[in-house]
């Protein structure tokens, strides 16, 4: 596997970690147009008042679900699909969602992130049909369920004070692991690969958007 490193600073311009030539300040002035302004509240200052998000209820998730999926099937793709949330919702999905909200009220340190997203409810429901030798629901041997859950991109934060940087492997073996800090006054990309993909030249499309977004906000033409 391969890894490759970027780094954004906010201080002077300085060498570059990875394939990148130098390191562009995130703070371009003063005032309004500055696009990383320094504060006295930490990053994650905020962390222990967030509030605790409940999970969803399954027909919402499956509706989010098929949503995601229509875009990407055909009609008889399409309706197979939709046939299998339908039993799923109306049988054991219903009990191992039953199973799922009594686990997460005896869990109260932890929360579940909502949203549009469908992926770790449905992941949580397979994880206890499998804990508990459940036989596979049809929903999840769907050709569609596995189609959209090869994550050629998989993202992953970590912003600690005590953490410079981190990484991950990709998820499949044709992807990246994309794990990204987010500092007070750095941010920084790190990419893993297997051989059959090359991860310098994604990080240095990484840094291209970066540069133009900054020449956005700067008032500047892209640079093609």
């Keep these: 596997m391969v890894a490759r490193l970027l780094l954004l600073r906010a201080w002077p311009r300085g060498p570059a970690v990875g394939p990148g030539s130098l390191c562009r300040p995130l703070s371009s002035g003063s ?24 999970i969803p209820k399954l027909e919402d998730t ?11 099937l ?14 799923f919702e109306n049988g054991i999905g219903k009990e191992l969602h039953k199973q799922l909200v009594a686990r997460d009220k005896r869990n109260r340190h932890t929360s579940y992130i909502s949203g549009q997203g469908f992926d770790r409810h449905l992941f949580a429901l397979r994880y206890l049909a499998a804990a508990k030798g459940t036989a596979l629901p049809e929903l999840y041997l769907d050709p569609a369920y596995g189609q959209i859950n090869h994550n050629i991109l998989s993202t992953s934060t970590l912003s600690s004070p005590a953490v410079n940087v981190g990484g991950f492997a990709p998820v499949v073996p044709d992807g990246f ?25 994604f990080l240095q499309c990484v840094e291209k958007a970066l540069e133009d977004i900054f020449d956005v906000i700067d008032g500047k033409c892209i640079k093609t």
Excluded at 74 to 87: I, L, M, N, P, V
Excluded at 177 to 201: F, K, L, Q, T
Aim: net charge positive.
């Design 177 to 201: 692991g994309i794990g990204y800090a987010v500092h007070d006054n750095w941010i920084g990309c790190n990419v893993s690969s297997y051989p059959g993909r090359n991860a310098r030249e």
């Design 74 to 87: 055909d009609d008889d793709q399409f309706r197979k699909t939709e046939q299998h949330c339908k039993s």
């Design 31 to 54: 005032g309004s147009r500055e696009y990383l302004q320094r504060s006295i509240v930490p990053t994650m200052h905020f962390q222990d008042s967030l509030p605790r998000l409940p």
């Design 62 to 72: 499956m509706k989010r679900y098929l949503c995601a999926q229509k875009p990407l």
